[in-house]
Structures are given as structure tokens and as C-alpha cells.
Nanobody
Framework: QVQLVESGGGLVQPGGSLRLSCAAS???????VSWYRQAPGKEREWVAS????????YYTDSVKGRFTISRDNNKKTAYLQMNSLKSKDTAVYSCKVQHLGRDYWGQGTQVTVSS
């Protein structure tokens, strides 16, 4: 079955960096991958996406220039490199793929930006 497992979250000071990973299994990984986040008391927000075919990347405005999404198709893993982190980036980060018309989500990884 399709599985997505995120890792790499943690506590970091403002201005710091983290790299999140999304390890996929159970399908060919021949699809776009997206990262979302949900802060306490807020709705889930789309953060970034990367296509399968040509690796085009897309970002929400608030993370442009700070976050970088990438993928390693051989490892079936997507990444979210987060630099210059701010307190407002604090959230649970989840990856999502679509396979055979259905959305699949990982369990999420907590990112806390605090001094």
C-alpha cells in the first residue's frame, strides 16, 4: 500500500535550518509531491510542490527564497530544505502525493521555531 513517512522535524531557533524528508513506498513515485503545513488553530496550508516529469517547483509566497523542495526518484524520497526559519513557520509539516486519483498523506513531522 502507499506509504509516506516524514522525518527531520524538530526544535530550531529563528534563523536556523531544517531539512525534512518524505520517504515513499508502495507506488512508482511517478507523481508530483507536495508539502503542506498546519499551525495550531489554523487551516492546513500548501507550502511547495515539485513535479515528476521535469522537476518544476512551486512555492507559496511566504516561503519563496527560504525553502527549497527537491526529490530523489531513485530513493523515492522528497525533501524540503528550510532556511532562515521564522516563528511563523512553526507547524506540523506533511507531504502528499496523488496516486490513481486518490490523495495520500504522511503522518506529519513537527517543526517548532523558537528561541
Amino acid at each position: 500500500q502507499v506509504q509516506l513517512v516524514e522525518s527531520g522535524g524538530g526544535l530550531v531557533q529563528p534563523g536556523g535550518s531544517l531539512r525534512l524528508s518524505c520517504a515513499a513506498s508502495g507506488f512508482p513515485f511517478d507523481t508530483s509531491v507536495s508539502w503542506y503545513r498546519q499551525a495550531p488553530g489554523k487551516e492546513r496550508e500548501w507550502v511547495a510542490s515539485i513535479t515528476r516529469s521535469n522537476g518544476n517547483t512551486y512555492y507559496t509566497d511566504s516561503v519563496k527564497g527560504r525553502f527549497t523542495i527537491s526529490r530523489d526518484n531513485n530513493k523515492k524520497t522528497a525533501y524540503l530544505q528550510m532556511n532562515s526559519l521564522k516563528s511563523k513557520d512553526t507547524a506540523v509539516y506533511s507531504c502528499k502525493v496523488q496516486h490513481l486519483g486518490r490523495d495520500y498523506w504522511g503522518q506529519g513531522t513537527q517543526v517548532t521555531v523558537s528561541s
